[in-house]
Every structure is written in structure tokens, then in C-alpha cells.
């Protein structure tokens, strides 16, 4: 038999490994629109979602949005692992973790990785 603690440190390495390869796999879909069913928990101000192959999604809350369907923009990854989104008519914004209301003064925003 495997010593416990040979299991655990080979069960962390995993756990490791599993987080790499989805942030990886995440990166591969950022900047790209998806449909996005979101639901009717809201978690810290977001509503969260998943995209046809699973991606988690998370919007800034509205409640009009809750149980919905929505085409999402996916522009950043946060510190758990989660796509943030905007909606693709740009009526929310993200910037730096703060959420905002776009205003046609503001220009152009582009998202990017948000380091862990």
C-alpha cells in the first residue's frame, strides 16, 4: 500500500496540476463571446453562469438577467478560477475588480488576465 502521506502529496500535485490546465484552458477563450446561461444565486454582486461547455461564468448583478440566457463577452479570469463577463450590448463594465456602468465618454476597454 501507498504511505497517507505519499497519497496526499500526490492528491495536492493533482489538485495542482487541475488548476493549471483549466486556467490554460480558460486563457484559450478569453476575448471570445459565448452564450451563457446565468442563474438566479447572486455570490459577491455577480451573477454566475456556465457557457455550453462549461465554462463559469460571472456578470456584474442585474436582476433582469437572472434565469436568462445572454451572449457574454468573456474578458478576464479572477483569483478563483472564474471567467468574468461583460455583456456584448456593453451595458456593464469590468475594470481592475470594480464594477461600472459604461458611459459612451469613457472609449474603449480592454481586459486582459487578472494576475493571482
Do not use: C
Request: hydrophobic letters at 30%; glycine letters at 6%.
Amino acid at each position: 500500500p501507498v504511505p497517507k502521506e505519499v497519497r496526499s502529496d500526490r492528491s495536492k500535485m493533482l489538485h495542482i496540476l487541475s488548476e493549471k490546465k483549466k486556467r490554460f484552458f480558460y486563457e484559450q477563450h478569453l476575448h471570445k463571446t459565448y452564450n451563457v446561461l446565468l442563474e438566479s444565486e447572486q455570490h459577491d454582486g455577480f451573477l454566475n453562469g456556465f457557457t455550453e461547455n462549461y465554462i463559469k461564468v460571472k456578470v456584474p448583478y442585474d436582476s433582469t438577467l437572472e434565469n436568462t440566457i445572454q451572449s457574454i463577452k468573456l474578458i478576464a479570469i479572477d483569483n478563483e478560477n472564474t471567467m468574468i463577463g461583460e455583456l456584448v450590448d456593453g451595458r456593464q463594465k469590468l475594470e481592475a475588480g470594480i464594477v461600472r456602468r459604461h458611459s459612451p465618454l469613457e472609449g474603449s476597454w480592454r481586459g486582459d488576465v487578472l494576475e493571482r
